[in-house]
């Protein structure tokens, strides 16, 4: 599956939402060209929900990047946003089922606490790696599959 199509179906996929909120989704122009193997549909999924969770956790007239590099004969896709970032305490538990780092806001951002779950399940069938690293003025986070 060619990497960039992957990152253009998912920003694509997103499109509205980050209009209707005033994000721009940018994809980094030093997208690396690249093939990984797996299943195009779950992959866009996994990356789509990705890129919504940014949006969703991110200020107003902010922005969120896609990007992704070779890291020796590793694919990196990343997606990075600006929103206020996940306490240290809480970065363990994200990618549990139903798990929210704050339970009240659901009612404003919506959803189910599955995301970040699917994401994991769907990059785990991959053979691949996610980590999240959070700073105080947003996230990155990096997924990363064998070439």
């Known amino acids: 599956v060619d990497v960039a199509a992957i990152i253009g179906e998912a920003v694509d996929a997103t499109k509205i939402s980050a209009e209707q909120q005033h994000i721009e989704v940018s994809i980094s122009d030093d997208v690396e060209p690249g093939r990984i193997f797996g299943d195009e549909q779950q992959l866009v999924t996994a990356l789509s929900n990705l890129i919504s969770n940014a949006i969703k956790y991110s200020p107003s007239h902010t ?9 020796g004969n590793m694919i990196e896709i990343s997606v990075t946003d600006q929103g206020p970032g996940i306490p240290e305490s809480d970065v363990e538990r994200i990618f549990e089922r139903f798990y929210r780092v704050d339970p009240a806001r659901s009612r404003d951002t919506g959803g189910t606490g599955l995301g970040l779950s699917i994401v994991n399940k769907i990059i785990n069938d991959h053979n691949g790696n996610i980590d999240f690293v959070s700073k105080v003025d947003g996230a990155i986070i990096k997924i990363t599959f064998i070439k």
């Open 63 to 71: 922005k969120v990047g896609v990007g992704s590099r070779r890291v």
